[in-house]
């Protein structure tokens, strides 16, 4: 079946630090994959997204890169900031087999950005 | 615009008591339904989605039901509640193309304590 594994948290950083969120993916055929944020007390929101191997995601100087070689799709940021602190969801997509409706998620990881 | 709206957004229920939680979206036709939980540690689970009225897939077998007695209406229920029932649920949907955007719209959730 389809699956995402991402990084366990939580991840603290300092502003302006390099962020990696790593995620990883099983699945049959060729899925697409997401990157989706959590902000405190609200639902998620999508922050990025890529259809096929080797496109590059990105959004509000967030990137992620479709490696299909490695199965991942890591989230990175060059210089995070207090306001991107929020939980981190990595998502797939997989037309294979009737689940073409349906969007698997990771577990999330939690990032605190402080000041 | 679309919107989406779910309520209540927080809930406290004893054990045996009944559920419902609901869900509208505004703004869009015949959307893509669906019902997530999000439980601490366990990330996000889908629990049910719906492509059309009266049309239900369930993912986990539980201790609840979902309807849809209107095209953009999602009602997530139990007839008796259970202590793992506890946890962050969230309405989302997506829009009939959604084989090729892959975006959900989520709301922002409900909070439920079974005690």
């Known amino acids: 079946g389809n699956s995402v594994t991402q990084m366990e948290g939580p991840v603290t950083l300092s502003e302006e630090a390099f962020l990696t969120i790593n995620c990883t993916y099983t699945a049959t055929g060729y899925p697409s994959l997401f990157w989706y944020v959590q902000y405190p007390g609200e639902g998620l929101q999508l922050l990025l997204k890529?259809?096929?191997?080797?496109d590059k995601g990105s959004n509000k100087g967030f990137e992620a890169t479709y490696r299909k070689e490695t199965t991942s799709f890591h989230l990175e940021k060059g210089s995070v900031q207090v306001s991107d602190s929020a939980v981190y969801f990595c998502a797939l997509r997989n037309p294979y087999r009737g689940s073409n409706y349906k969007l698997t998620f990771g577990k999330g990881t939690l990032l605190t950005v402080n000041p | 615009s679309q919107t989406i709206h779910q309520w209540p957004a927080t809930l406290v229920q004893p054990v045996g008591s009944p559920l419902s939680l609901e869900c509208t979206v505004e703004g869009t036709s015949n959307p893509n339904l669906y019902w997530y939980r999000q439980a601490a540690g366990r990330g996000l689970q889908l629990l049910f989605y719906s492509v059309g009225i009266g049309q239900i897939s369930s993912e986990v077998p539980q201790n609840l039901s979902a309807s849809r007695p209107q095209d953009r209406q999602f009602i997530l229920s139990s007839k008796k509640l259970l202590l793992s029932d506890s946890g962050f649920y969230l309405c989302a949907w997506s829009p009939r193309d959604f084989q090729n955007t892959g975006e959900l719209f989520f709301g922002e959730g409900s909070r439920l304590t079974v005690l």
């Open positions: 890529a259809t096929k191997a080797d």
